[in-house]
């Protein structure tokens, strides 16, 4: 157990809806962080956040946004999703503005 | 652009024999090298990071060698155990406080 909560662990919505992904970091963890694994595909960066301030932007859709809350956690909004958007997003927190990542299991969106 | 390259999709290693991962990166800002490892409906986890300032750095069965002048890292697990087997992400960053940039994955089988 890493102690990075992703909710829900899978989802599955229409094209064209709206979807959020929550993380909940380590305790203590300053640093968070979206990835976006798709089939075939790394782990792309989406976004950064530490300590409530976007960090460093990846290659985050401009339908895709996020924020990180005052008790630390994240949520990651897709919107107007497209059958391409499935995949498995992941958080990751870390207690200093990089180093050693802690992921979460992933939230697995499809898209249908 | 892969920033970080792993050109190997997949390796199959004989259990009790030595596993190579390699990864090639681009980006000469790069001055610290991680290695994750991922079993499936699981998040990725740290398995070992080398700075720049080395070349080498060990953690019991994984040693991770570093070659800046090719732009090139490995991986070697020795011996190899079935529990090895899991994909192996490398990834990468321009300093400590820098977002880390990852590697396609090399999945790893270890034959009994």
């Known amino acids: 157990d890493s102690g990075v909560t992703q909710t829900p662990k899978h989802l599955i919505t229409a094209t064209g809806q709206r979807v959020t992904l929550r993380c909940s970091p380590r305790s203590g963890d300053l640093s968070v962080y979206w990835y976006q694994q798709s089939l075939d595909q790394g782990l792309q960066f989406l976004i950064q956040?530490?300590?409530?301030?976007?960090?460093a932007k990846g290659n985050i859709l401009e339908r895709f946004s996020a924020q990180q809350f005052p008790d630390l956690h994240s949520e990651l909004n897709l919107s107007s999703l497209e059958l391409g958007d499935s995949a498995l997003y992941f958080c990751?927190?870390?207690?200093?503005?990089?180093?050693?990542?802690?992921f979460g299991e992933g939230s697995r969106l499809t898209v249908l | 652009d892969q920033q970080v390259k792993q050109n190997s999709p997949s390796l199959s290693v004989q259990e009790g024999r030595i596993s190579i991962l390699n990864c090639d990166y681009t980006?000469?800002?790069?001055?610290?090298f991680l290695w994750y490892k991922k079993y499936p409906a699981e998040g990725p986890t740290f398995l070992i990071s080398?700075?720049?300032?080395?070349d080498k750095n060990e953690d019991g069965r994984f040693t991770v060698f570093l070659n800046k002048s090719a732009k090139h890292l490995s991986l070697h697990i020795v011996p190899s155990q079935p529990g090895d087997s899991a994909v192996y992400f490398c990834?990468?960053?321009?300093?400590?406080?820098?977002?880390?940039?990852f590697g396609k994955g090399t999945r790893l089988h270890i034959l009994p």
């Open positions: 980006n000469s800002m790069f001055d610290y």
């Open positions: 956040y530490y300590n409530g301030e976007e960090r």
């Open positions: 080398i700075s720049s300032i080395k």
């Open positions: 990834a990468a960053s321009a300093g400590r406080d820098d977002k880390i940039i």
């Open positions: 990751a927190s870390s207690d200093q503005l990089a180093g050693e990542l802690f």
